[in-house]
C-alpha cells in the first residue's frame, strides 16, 4: 500500500472526528417517531413525503456546515449582516408574506413555505453570543442588559405583531437564557424584570379594556373554554392521559386517527405519539431529548473562545425552551402557544434551522483544537 494514502484519513473517519456521533444518533430516532406519528398508513400522505424531503435537506446542510470553517461568525461584519438580514424579512413579511392560521409568518414558495422567524431564533444567539463574548469582563455593567434586550427585543416585536407568541417567547428565552449565563449582575437583572412587572401591572389595571384582559386570560386558562379557545389543550390532554403505560400502538391513536386532535403532525405531535406509544415511548423520547442537550453543553463547555461557549449555550436554550414549551402545552400545562417539537414536528424550516445550528456547532467543535481559549478570545477582542 502506498504510505502517502495509508496516512489520509478517509473521508468516513474525517466526519467521525467531525461531527459528534452520539448526538446525531439521538437525533434520528426521534425523526423516525415523528415520520410514524405523522403517517396516516392509508393512501397518500403530504405530510409524510414532505417531511422525508426536509430531512434529507436538513441533513445535507448540517454536513456541509459541520466541515466548513465557521469561526468567521466572530467578525462582527458578519453578525451584523446576519442581524440586519433577518430583521429585514421579518419587515418584509408584512408586505409579501402568507397568512396561516391567522398569523403572517411564511413565505410561500411553491410546494414549500420558510418561515423567517426560524433562523431568526439562531441568528439572536450568534448576536448575543458576540455582543456578551467581547464583554466578558465589565459584563456586570446594567447598560449591557439593556442594550442585548433591544436586539432581542427588535426580533420579539417583529415576530409577535404577526402574530406568533410561541415564537416571540422562544426569543425571550434565549436573551433570558443567555443573560444568566454570561454572568450579568442577578441584580441588576431582577431590577429589570421588576419595572416590566410594574408597568405590566399598571396595563393590566389602568390600561387594558376588559376584552383585553379577556383575551390574556383566555390565552392563560385555555381548558376554561374548552369548546373554544380551549378546544386543542383539551383533545391534546384527553390523547396524552389515554395513551397510558403501553400506549394503544402505533396507528391505533383514536385522537390524531379520527381528527379530534388538531395540528397532530405539528404543534401536538407529541400528544399523539404519547397516545400511540404510552409512558415508555415517551420516556424513551425524554431520554434521547436529554441526549442531545448534554452533548450539546459537553460541545459547549469545551468551545475555545467565549463566543462558541456562549453560542453553545445559547443552542442548549434554545432546544430546551422548545421542548419544555410544546410538551408544556401539550399536557395543558402550558398555553398553547405554536411551538414545535424539535426533530419531530412536521416543517422544513424549523427543522432545517435546528440542524444548520448543530452543524455550526460541530464545526467549531471540528476546528477547537486549532487555536488556544486565550487566543481565540484574543482575536475576538481584536476583531471589535
Known sequence: MNPRLSNNPSVLSRLWQTIDPVLVA????????????????????????????????????????????????????????????????????????????????????????????????????????????????????IRHIIISGIYALIIFVLIAVQPDFGVAIIIFCVWLGMVLVSGISKKHLFVVFAIGTAVFAGLWFFGFKEYQRQRIENFLHPLADIQGAGYNAYQSAIAVGSGGVLGKGVGYGTQSRLNYLPEYQTD??????????????????????????????????????????????????????HIIINIGMNISLLPVTGVT????????????????????????????????????????????
Do not use: C
Not at 272 to 286: K, R, Y
Not at 357 to 380: H, K, P, W, Y
Open 26 to 141: 439521538a437525533t434520528v430516532p426521534i425523526m423516525t417517531a415523528g415520520l410514524i406519528t405523522m403517517n396516516a398508513f392509508s393512501g397518500t400522505n403530504i405530510f409524510f413525503e414532505r417531511q422525508i424531503v426536509w430531512i434529507v435537506v436538513a441533513v445535507i446542510i448540517f454536513l456541509g456546515l459541520s466541515f466548513f470553517d465557521m469561526r468567521f461568525l466572530r467578525r462582527p461584519e458578519v453578525v451584523t449582516v446576519l442581524f440586519l438580514a433577518v430583521t429585514g424579512l421579518l419587515v418584509l413579511l408584512f408586505v409579501l408574506g402568507h397568512i396561516s392560521r391567522g398569523a403572517e409568518s411564511w413565505f410561500r414558495l411553491g410546494l414549500f413555505s420558510i418561515e423567517p422567524s426560524d433562523p431568526a431564533q439562531i441568528v439572536l444567539i450568534i448576536v448575543l453570543a458576540k455582543y456578551f463574548s467581547r464583554r466578558h469582563i465589565e459584563i456586570a455593567n
Open 268 to 321: 401536538f405531535i407529541f400528544a399523539a405519539f404519547a397516545e400511540e406509544w404510552g409512558f415508555i415511548g415517551v420516556t424513551i423520547l425524554l431520554i434521547l431529548y436529554g441526549i442531545i442537550i448534554f452533548r450539546v453543553l459537553q460541545a459547549a463547555l469545551a468551545g475555545v473562545s467565549n463566543f462558541e461557549v456562549l453560542y453553545g449555550l445559547g443552542l442548549a436554550v434554545f432546544l430546551l425552551a
Open 341 to 384: 417539537l424539535p426533530f419531530m414536528s412536521y416543517g422544513g424550516s424549523h427543522l432545517v434551522t435546528e440542524f444548520a445550528a448543530l452543524g455550526i456547532l460541530m464545526s467549531m467543535r471540528r476546528f477547537r483544537l486549532s487555536v488556544s481559549r486565550d487566543t481565540a478570545n484574543q482575536e475576538i477582542v481584536g476583531l471589535s
